[in-house]
């Protein structure tokens, strides 16, 4: 029986390869942020002091959306039953501009929680509808630094309302001037985002960046020196990215039932 060289060489290949892991590993690693929205939100606009503040640290806002403080009314943010909800809405008393909300765990000093490797996770029901693009990401400290070296980005899911099965995982390394020193990407197939609770995760390893739905590896990439630093937390619902607004449903809605990080143990 004859066999094709080629099927045969693939089929070595994908022996050889390293397999993809099931679900996380996380022995030898401890609970080192906890958020499980049981009570109120510690939070403010920018620091200092608070567990999150309301917006990224570096320059506010981004995409369609302003990132609202959490002492507007109505405040882009509640708590209900261990339950966070991010509400994007059209403002009718600003010309109908949208406002939404984002989470980050430090401040405009670079002061809160941020973590080198470690796996860090959120269970999350993303809103349905054109224009939304909730995110759940990660950003390395080195862009407080002066003089400021490469940072990098460690996106563990974006999602975009045109594609509501489609999640996007994405490693950028950006230069000291914001611009792109290097990105890899992945886009799987995840369903059910929209319309129930699900988890994302990454495991930062000095090896590998693993990433994670619901439990089941989707995709990993080799970890870049920059993700090797303290990296902190941020989770929004943001509009557009490039597509279009005028579909989208308002209001829209990001719930959220916890973010957890852990960290390696060392004895």
């Not at 490797?117 to 993303?126: C, T």
């Amino acid at each position: 029986m004859r066999i094709n060289i080629l099927v045969l060489l693939t089929i070595v290949l994908f022996a050889l390869a390293e397999p993809l892991l099931s679900a996380p590993d996380l022995t030898g690693y401890t609970l080192a942020f906890d958020e499980e929205f049981n009570g109120p939100l510690n939070i403010s606009a920018n620091g200092p002091g608070t567990k999150w503040i309301a917006h990224t640290p570096y320059g506010g806002d981004f995409g369609d959306a302003w990132f609202t403080d959490p002492t507007y009314v109505p405040s882009p943010f509640s708590v209900r039953n261990g339950t966070l909800t991010i509400t994007a809405w059209k403002d009718p008393t600003r010309n109908n501009h949208w406002r939404s909300g984002l989470l980050c765990s430090v401040d405009t000093k670079g002061h809160g929680f941020a973590q080198a490797l470690g796996y860090f996770e959120a269970k999350m029901q993303l809103p349905a509808g054109p224009g939304v693009w909730p995110g759940f990401w990660l950003l390395g400290l080195g862009r407080f630094q002066t003089p400021k070296p490469k940072f990098v980005e460690v996106d563990i899911l974006e999602e975009y309302g045109k594609d509501p099965l489609i999640a996007h995982q994405v490693v950028h390394v950006w230069n000291p001037d914001g611009s792109e020193y290097s990105a890899v990407q992945n886009k799987s197939t995840c369903q059910g985002m929209t319309t129930g609770f699900h988890t994302y995760g990454a495991l930062l390893k000095p090896d590998y960046i693993h990433f994670y739905y619901d439990g089941a590896e989707l995709w990993k990439t080799s970890t870049p020196p920059e993700a090797k630093e303290p990296l902190f937390v941020m989770v929004n619902l943001a509009l557009g990215s490039g597509w279009p607004i005028d579909q989208t449903p308002n209001p829209s809605r990001l719930y959220v039932k916890y973010i957890r990080v852990y960290a390696p143990f060392h004895k």
